[in-house]
């Protein structure tokens, strides 16, 4: 299957400092990117839906000013948590569609795992 | 109601055991499924995807789908220790993936 790399795998920050999460799709264009948090032994969360040089669309509930995606490339999508709180520690998990397949599946990235104290 | 539901067991089986996980789902117009497994703190990693209805199997792994029922199965069959982690099924319409809440496996040795 396709790849789909998320950087860092695992950040601790200080409370009001912010975190830049990145999600490279090395082996195909991914025209749509999507970023999801998850919580302890819940399902995924889909925070927002980029395609690639547009604004991304923010599910309801989600601040945009505060979780900041920019989808600049066919490759890259960035997704900047802004001045954290520790109730923004979560597992973050961004995945890719779009590539040889048609674009059918989905395919995530390794998660990074935000600790904010 | 929501788009998929899954029961989120845990599920405990012997090693060697066939093992099956279920989601049902609400949408008639969905035709694309998924199975990923995702190991704790790691990101899900497709392991099937079908189109309608139907079986499709890959090695010790089988997806089933029944349209007239929405209905979507994953059986693994000689069921291995390293198969221990949280299975997701998802489906797809349009640009959106709808995931159910994840079946937790522990298969013992």
């Known amino acids: 299957g396709a790849v789909v790399s998320q950087h860092p795998s695992r950040v601790i920050c200080k409370s009001g400092t912010s975190v830049k999460i990145e999600c490279r799709s090395l082996d195909f264009q991914a025209t749509t990117m999507f970023w999801y948090r998850q919580f302890p032994k819940q399902s995924l969360m889909l925070m927002a839906t980029?395609?690639?040089?547009?604004?991304?669309?923010?599910e309801q509930g989600v601040e945009k000013d505060k979780f900041l995606i920019n989808h600049a490339s066919l490759t890259l999508s960035t997704l900047t948590v802004t001045s954290a709180h520790p109730e923004d520690s979560s597992f973050y998990i961004c995945?890719?569609?779009?590539?040889?397949?048609?674009?059918?599946?989905?395919?995530f990235g390794q998660g990074t795992r935000l600790t904010v104290v | 109601q929501k788009e998929v539901e899954q029961d989120p067991g845990p599920l405990s089986v012997p090693e060697g055991a066939i093992v099956s996980l279920n989601c049902t789902y609400s949408?008639?117009?969905?035709?694309?499924f998924m199975w990923y497994r995702q190991y704790s703190r790691k990101g899900p990693e497709l392991l099937m995807y079908?189109?309608?209805?139907g079986n499709k199997e890959d090695g010790r792994f089988t997806a089933q789908v029944d349209k007239s029922s929405k209905y979507i199965s994953l059986f693994i069959r000689d069921s291995q220790p390293s198969d221990s982690a949280t299975y997701l099924c998802?489906?797809?319409?349009?640009?959106?993936?709808?995931f159910g809440t994840g079946t937790s496996l522990t298969v013992i040795p």
């Open positions: 998802a489906t797809r319409l349009r640009d959106q993936f709808y």
């Open positions: 995945s890719a569609r779009g590539g040889f397949t048609g674009g059918t599946e989905a395919f």
């Open positions: 949408n008639s117009a969905f035709q694309y």
């Open positions: 980029s395609n690639e040089g547009s604004k991304a669309t923010y």
């Open positions: 079908t189109y309608s209805s």
